[in-house]
């Protein structure tokens, strides 16, 4: 599985933007898309996830701003991103999890946003 993000870029607190994940090479149809981010100094954390189904969970700390959705067709995930903080300047990754639990990560992309 390859995993191609796309999206991010430099934004000014309060604006939005959109991430996307292609995703080629999958074998299982049933699977989780996620999304994670990872700061200077911090830890990768849990963004949001995206079961085949359409669950979804969030991180509280981007609850009620960002929106995770997928185009089964295109094996494309995204995340919506709105009303942005500076806290949220990271590197974010998509990652892939398939039905063995084989997880496979995107190269990343920055998403900076100024105050």
């Known amino acids: 599985v390859q995993l191609v993000e796309s999206g991010g870029g430099l934004v000014q607190a309060g604006g939005s933007l959109r991430l996307s994940c292609a995703a080629s090479g999958i074998v299982f149809r049933i699977n989780v898309m996620c999304w994670y981010r990872q700061a200077p100094g911090n830890q990768r954390e849990l963004v949001a996830t995206?079961?085949?189904?359409?669950?979804?969970n969030y991180a509280d700390s981007v609850k009620g701003r960002f929106t995770i959705s997928r185009d089964n067709d295109k094996n494309t995930a995204y995340l919506q991103m709105n009303s942005l903080k500076p806290e949220d300047t990271a590197v974010y990754y998509c990652?892939?999890?398939?039905?063995?639990?084989?997880?496979?990560w995107g190269q990343g992309t920055q998403v900076t946003v100024s105050s």
């Open positions: 990652n892939f999890v398939d039905v063995r639990a084989m997880s496979y």
């Open positions: 995206i079961h085949t189904g359409g669950i979804t």
